[in-house]
């Protein structure tokens, strides 16, 4: 059974950047399709960025476009998300969540069947 395990997420001022990284361990991640998702206080869960096996293709919801980009290094196991510009707004734990098949409906939250714990991402203003 794979698993994930995000890490990288702490506290940072407004304005700063940080990058978060999910590690996949127990089977070869490289035909997932990965995505990104986080919650904030007193908010539902919501989608932020995904990417496709290959990394070929991404995408991301509005609020983050321009300020987040999403990479993996499938030798490493390895989904990331570098976040710039980052904002009081972009508090939240951050979710690392991965399927297999194509490419489509990626923000759905319900077509992931892996996910990981977690990690706290503190944006101080």
């Known amino acids: 059974q794979a698993q994930l395990v995000e890490s990288g997420g702490g506290l940072v001022q407004a304005g700063g950047s940080l990058r978060i990284s999910c590690a996949a361990s127990?089977?070869?991640?490289?035909?997932?399709?990965t995505a990104w998702f986080r919650q904030g206080p007193g908010k539902e869960r919501e989608f932020v960025a995904a990417?496709?096996?290959?990394?070929?293709?991404?995408y991301y919801t509005d609020s983050v476009k321009g300020r987040f980009t999403i990479s993996r290094d499938n030798a490493k196991n390895t989904v990331y998300l570098q976040m710039n510009n980052l904002k009081p707004e972009d508090t939240a734990v951050y979710y690392c969540?991965?399927?297999?098949?194509?490419?489509?409906?990626?923000?759905?939250?319900?077509?992931?069947?892996?996910w990981g714990q977690g990690t706290q991402v503190t944006v101080s203003s």
């Open positions: 969540a991965a399927r297999e098949g194509t490419f489509g409906t990626v923000y759905r939250s319900n077509m992931y069947a892996l």
């Open positions: 127990g089977r070869t991640f490289s035909s997932y399709t």
């Open positions: 990417i496709s096996w290959s990394g070929g293709s991404t």
